[in-house]
């Protein structure tokens, strides 16, 4: 190419940007609560668009809230190029997770447009609503209801804690819009490539810059609920009891039993409520949450199986739920993507290497409608989710560089 995009990255731009950002939800132990389709993601998102258009970028949104800043190409009527993540968090997240996705797309556009060139597809920035899944669940909405995976009506109908349909919610963001039009779904784009932050230690362990993603674990999420009777806790025999806590914590116990075969199975039970969580009054109910991961479709299948049959055989005197709220199987990316990753990671001696993903991300539902891939950064620690996660600056921007150029090799195609 006459001017290679990496070259017109400006650091300090990217940088200021995401701190910036960080802002909106910031945390005082620096961390970010930046919960999806809320006021202060609206806010969020009012200033993306702002950035964008000040790049001559055109903003579009669709009827699930996912935000598209469009750099039109030489021949815009082919399907553009989407390169970003979500900038949603948890409630106890860090400047990074999905921001530095979006940001460094901001980023890699304005560099595109800085060298004087003009791609011939179209290229879009996106931030995906509600990749988290941490105040409407599941995750990845805004990528489901893109690709069809899921029906809008299902995840519209989707509420958090305080009884808020995320269609409600959708609607509240959609409406603070300001001249940002809506599109219909049902198109697929040419390609997509998410830039993320690890969220493990290996890069930095082994002091490597670009991780080339070669796919995602497979997973499987559950919601149990555990109905017994609550009662006098001096005064119940223990033969007489129907106690949801104890008939939880031995299915808990059991599926976790199971689960350590194979040592690199991941389950994690991150959400325990019990009723009515009075010390003197025996729990009538508990509800709480299992995520199951494993690269190996088999073995996460297995072990389904073991906690159908598990829940049924713990729960002694009580009753039981268990709902399956996301199934996903194992995937491997694009080639042409991962290729053109390292490729652009060589060609700026940017020291690279495959790496799987054990996390999941948006780039999981558009793997199967266009080539799909990601570019992953070293994160402090391997430490995500949390208000201490962070990136160097000088991996920030070597992502970026990464980006603009794969994304430029995309669209500067027309075949």
């Known amino acids: 190419m006459p001017h290679r995009p990496s070259g017109f990255v400006d650091d300090k731009r990217l940088w200021d940007r995401l701190m910036m950002l960080a802002q909106f939800g910031a945390r005082e132990d620096g961390g970010v609560d930046r919960p999806a389709l809320s006021p ?3 806010d969020a998102r009012a200033q ?73 597809r179209s290229i879009e920035v996106v931030a995906w609503t509600n990749e988290e899944g941490s105040r409407f669940a599941p995750g990845m909405a805004g990528s489901e209801a893109f690709t069809g995976a899921k029906p809008l009506e299902i995840l519209h109908a989707a509420k958090d804690a305080a009884g808020c349909s995320a269609g409600a919610a959708v609607a509240e963001v959609l409406a603070k819009d300001v001249d940002v039009p809506q599109r219909a779904f049902g198109w697929a784009p040419a390609a997509f490539v998410e830039p993320h932050i690890e969220q493990g230690p290996i890069l930095e362990k082994r002091n490597i810059t670009i991780g080339v993603v070669t796919g995602i674990q497979g997973t499987r999420r ?13 005064t119940t025999l223990r033969r007489d009891r129907r106690d949801a806590l ?75 739920e268990l709902r399956q709220i996301a199934h ?20 700026l001696s940017l020291p690279s290497m495959d790496i799987y993903s054990a996390a999941g991300h948006d780039a999981r539902q558009l793997h199967y ?17 949390n208000p201490a996660e ?15 150029d794969v994304a430029w090799a995309l669209a500067a195609r027309g075949d």
């Not at 491997?332 to 060609?347: I, K, P, Q, Y």
């Open 369 to 385: 409608v266009c080539p799909t891939g990601m570019i992953f950064v070293p994160c402090r620690g391997g430490i995500s989710h």
């Open 48 to 120: 993306l668009v702002a950035w964008g258009r000040a790049l001559g970028l055109h903003p579009f949104s669709d009827a699930m809230a996912n935000l598209f800043l469009r750099l039109e190409g030489r021949r815009p009527e082919l399907p553009p190029v989407l390169i970003g993540s979500h900038i949603d968090s948890q409630p106890t997240g860090g400047k990074f997770d999905g921001a530095f996705g979006v940001l460094a797309g901001l980023e890699a556009v304005e560099a595109i447009i800085a060298s004087g060139q003009r791609p011939d």
């Open 222 to 234: 559950y919601r149990v609920r555990v109905s017994g009777e609550a009662a006098h806790a001096g």
């Open 40 to 42: 202060t993601e609206s």
């Open 246 to 320: 104890m008939a939880a914590v031995r299915i808990i116990h059991a599926i976790d039993r199971v689960a350590r075969e194979p040592d690199d199975v991941m389950l994690t039970v991150g959400l325990f409520e019990v009723k009515p969580n009075a010390p003197s009054v025996i729990p009538e109910e508990v509800y709480f949450s299992i995520d199951l991961r494993h690269t190996d479709d088999a073995v996460v299948d297995r072990i389904d199986a073991e906690i159908r049959r598990l829940v049924e055989a713990e729960k002694g005197p009580c009753a039981v």
């Open 390 to 404: 962070w990136a160097e600056p000088a991996h920030v921007a070597a992502g970026a560089r990464v980006l603009a």
């Open 328 to 347: 996903a199987p194992s995937l491997t990316f694009s080639d042409e993507v991962r290729s053109l990753v390292a490729r652009a990671a060589d060609d």
